[in-house]
């Protein structure tokens, strides 16, 4: 399952993973660096292990996410609605919204928070939060993404022999499904690279990734409605 939903995680995923693990300047061989890359999928391989281990020890927990991810279903149906349309803007302009442009340039190498307890007294400042450790952060949150791929595996997992088998299963996935999410920004950024006229191979490749991501949020929309409507014409 994780090999073969590969394009799948990389159409839903692979925007934000490469966001989360790319070099600054893109210094290293493959515009990723290495540090991120390695917490974000090694926290990604940790969460999807214990969700494994959770659902294979107790039935009840899946019915019970099963219920929660209902009641999320019409969040899940704007986010892909704003996906879609975003897809086809970045599909016809061939480059980002000016706000989205502006945020990813204004990103800042480390992110802070602020804190009012520190060293077990209160006081100000910030606490930073350098980007291997963010990166980290999201792997971790990253099987609460709403994905029905990651649901079909965990279907899956529930099935095994205890709580090593679930994890193992879900590990399985983890590693396999990973290939995308590995290989596709990689070779992206290398292209990018490679291109002659640099702002020409940025606007082909947006529009690429708007392809991707209104077909992957027009699918995602209508799986299920043609059946749907199939059994109500029978």
């Known amino acids: 399952m994780g090999l073969a939903g590969s394009p799948h995680c ?7 993973c490469t966001a989360l693990c790319a070099s600054p300047g893109g210094s290293s061989g493959t515009g ?36 929660t991810v209902a009641l999320l279903r019409p969040l899940w149906l704007l986010v892909h609605l704003a996906a879609f349309g975003l897809g ?16 990813g340039r204004a990103a800042p190498q480390t992110a802070s928070i602020p804190v009012t307890w520190v060293d077990g007294r209160m006081g100000g400042g910030r606490l930073t939060i350098a980007p291997p450790l963010r990166a980290g952060v999201a792997g971790l949150a990253w099987v609460a993404w709403p994905c029905g791929l990651l649901q079909s595996a965990l279907v899956v997992a529930a099935l095994a022999d205890g709580a090593w088998g679930g994890a193992s299963t879900m590990a ?9 999410l590995l290989l596709g920004p990689a070779l992206l950024l290398r292209l990018l690279k490679r291109t002659v006229d640099e702002a020409r191979g940025m606007a082909w490749a947006i529009r690429f990734a708007g392809l991707g991501l209104a077909l992957s949020s027009a699918w995602a929309l209508g799986h299920g409605v043609w059946q749907q409507i199939a059994a109500y014409c029978q």
């Open 10 to 16: 990389l159409s839903m995923c692979g925007a934000a």
């Open 32 to 67: 990723l660096a290495p540090s991120r890359l390695t917490s974000f999928h090694v926290a990604r391989l940790i969460s999807y292990g214990l969700a494994g281990a959770v659902v294979a020890s107790s039935v009840d927990v899946l019915a019970r996410w099963g219920q």
């Open 88 to 103: 086809l803007y970045l599909l016809w302009q061939g480059r980002q919204p000016a706000w989205m442009a502006q945020w």
């Open 172 to 180: 399985a996935f983890a590693v396999g499904s990973s290939i995308g």
